[in-house]
């Protein structure tokens, strides 16, 4: 089963994660070319419009870019233009997909986008998606944010969205296995009419800290009073019960919770 739920933008500032987690994402800033395709940049697939653009290119609009020489733009003229992370690699025989840790904290993509003053989006609107995958590359669960439109004033704007543990085990709980990495998709979405472009750099993608699974009830400490929890998400087959990360909620999440209990946190 596969679940898109739409997330509001907010200030990167808000996010302790923002400046304390590693960035995930494999070529961020588009500045390193794929070896096989000098029209791409490594690690990253385009759809329709969506194009690789360097200072100086000579194509229209000029290109911008907030730090080095590249950025990635989604002109008009398909209903759909996008970038994914989704993309194979043969060095790893895996995914550029950054990976993801089931409970393993908070998940934070954060960037900057631009809209020209002189080419605004009217009548479709730009934004960030992350999409869970299973090992399979199946997908368990998306989240997205769609709500940059207009232009932002010939400016590099800032955006940033956060998927928390919580909204995860509501969105993929009861459907293991779980994810096990993350693809993360810029895009711009409207009719084929629309019009407008926007531009998208410095990308990142960081996960929180491991939490402390033995603390059941989330108050912060690990005490017995988080056995009984332990018990009532046993009997509710509550993902909290899952302390082995097997993505099943079984008797020997016991012994597993046991475990993390005398680890402490």
């Known amino acids: 089963m596969s679940t898109t739920r739409t997330i509001a933008i907010a200030c990167c500032a808000g996010f302790a994660s923002c400046a ?27 759809f329709n419009t969506a194009r690789l653009r360097s200072l100086g290119d000579g194509l229209n609009p000029a290109a911008v870019v907030r730090s080095g020489n590249n950025s990635i733009e989604f002109p008009a003229g398909a209903d759909f233009a ?44 730009a934004g960030i998606k992350l999409e869970f995958r299973r090992e399979n590359s199946s997908i368990a669960t998306a989240f997205e944010m769609l709500s940059f439109s207009g232009d932002t004033d010939d400016q590099w704007v800032p955006f940033s969205m956060t998927v928390t543990d919580q909204q995860m ?18 895009f711009r979405f409207g009719d084929s009419s629309s019009t407008g472009t926007v531009f998208y750099d410095d990308l990142s993608l960081e996960q929180g800290s491991e939490p402390c699974l033995a603390d059941v009830n989330g108050d912060g400490m690990v005490t017995p009073t988080d056995f009984t929890a332990w018990v009532g998400a046993f009997n509710s087959n509550a993902p909290e019960c899952d302390q082995n990360g097997d993505g099943a909620c079984t008797p020997t999440d016991f012994s597993a919770w046991i475990g993390n209990y005398n680890a402490g946190c």
């Open 20 to 46: 304390s987690a590693q960035n995930l994402i494999h070529n961020p800033g588009f500045e390193t070319i794929d070896a096989g395709n000098s029209s791409l940049p490594e690690g990253w697939g385009f």
């Open 82 to 125: 996008g970038a994914t992370t989704n993309v194979f690699n043969p060095s790893t025989l895996t995914f550029f997909d950054p990976e993801y840790v089931w409970q393993g904290g908070d998940v934070t993509v954060s960037g900057y986008y631009y809209i020209p003053s002189d080419s605004p989006i009217v009548g479709a609107q």
């Open 169 to 186: 085990m509501d969105a993929a709980g009861d459907f293991p296995p779980f994810a096990m990495s993350v693809s993360v998709l810029p």
